[in-house]
């Protein structure tokens, strides 16, 4: 890894694979966006790059460096073994690039409060991961041929998807009239047969037609 490449990789900007911080001042929720990315696509974190993606580099860039390992190690379950690449700018300046791959262990997570919480990438943002999405993660690691009963509430679901873009897990809920955990090991089974696909967001995953 060299200052070139830390350059083409701040020039995509932030977004899915890349994140920019100009210093470890919390490592504790920097560690939310290693866990985001190695459960998505992986990518890069990268430490001493102002949120323009100038390579402005960071002073003592060791001791950020010290402060995430740490975090990382500490923080992120199960482990996460990360490629790391510390480059000095000038005797005063360096920039630290944590190189993230998407991970086969997922989902990783952290515990805040003694609760499991996991993260995704989205856009350029690390969100927490739904219920939903935690055990479609999970599941997806098994690599499990899924099985599933073509019923009522499978056709209303689908039928509603021709003649609207999404739907949310309560909006399914209050269609097909079931309890919340049936609509959502419903939701969870199509999404894991490839029947439709699920868009992670803040408030509520959106579930769309697969294209």
Request: no cysteine.
């Given at each position: 890894m060299?200052?070139?490449?830390?350059?083409k990789?701040?020039q995509?900007?932030?977004?899915?694979?890349?994140?920019?911080k100009k210093?470890?001042?919390?490592?504790?929720?920097?560690?939310?966006?290693i866990v985001a990315?190695a459960?998505?696509?992986?990518?890069?974190?990268?430490?001493?790059?102002?949120?323009?993606?100038t390579?402005?580099?960071?002073?003592?860039?060791?001791?950020e460096?010290?402060?995430?390992?740490?975090?990382i190690q500490?923080l992120?379950?199960?482990?996460?073994?990360?490629?790391?690449?510390?480059i000095?700018?000038?005797?005063?300046?360096?920039v630290?690039?944590y190189?993230i791959?998407?991970?086969?262990?997922?989902?990783h997570?952290?515990?805040?409060?003694?609760r499991?919480?996991a993260?995704?990438?989205?856009?350029?943002k690390?969100?927490?991961?739904?219920?939903?999405?935690w055990?479609?993660?999970?599941?997806?690691?098994r690599?499990?041929d899924?099985?599933?009963?073509?019923?009522?509430?499978?056709?209303?679901l689908?039928?509603?998807l021709?003649?609207?873009p999404?739907?949310?897990?309560?909006e399914?809920?209050?269609?097909a009239k079931?309890?919340?955990?049936?609509?959502?090991?419903?939701?969870?089974?199509?999404?894991?047969?490839?029947?439709?696909?699920?868009?992670?967001?803040?408030?509520?995953?959106?579930?769309?037609?697969?294209?």
């Open positions: 060299t200052v070139q490449d830390i350059g990789i701040a995509k900007g932030e977004g899915l694979r890349v994140e920019f210093k470890a001042a919390h490592p504790e929720k920097i560690v939310k966006e990315m459960n998505t696509e992986g990518g890069h974190l990268l430490i001493g790059v102002d949120d323009d993606g390579v402005s580099g960071q002073r003592y860039i060791e001791e460096v010290y402060a995430m390992d740490k975090a500490e992120i379950l199960p482990a996460l073994h990360l490629k790391k690449y510390v000095d700018l000038s005797p005063k300046k360096g630290a690039v190189e791959r998407k991970s086969k262990s997922a989902p997570y952290i515990l805040e409060n003694r499991k919480k993260f995704v990438r989205v856009a350029d690390s969100i927490q991961a739904s219920r939903e999405m055990e479609i993660m999970k599941r997806k690691q690599q499990e899924i099985v599933f009963k073509y019923g009522k509430k499978e056709e209303l689908l039928k509603a021709v003649s609207r999404h739907i949310t897990l309560k399914y809920m209050a269609l079931i309890p919340v955990y049936i609509a959502s090991r419903t939701l969870v089974k199509l999404v894991l047969a490839n029947v439709i696909d699920v868009i992670p967001r803040e408030l509520e995953d959106r579930y769309v037609p697969k294209h």
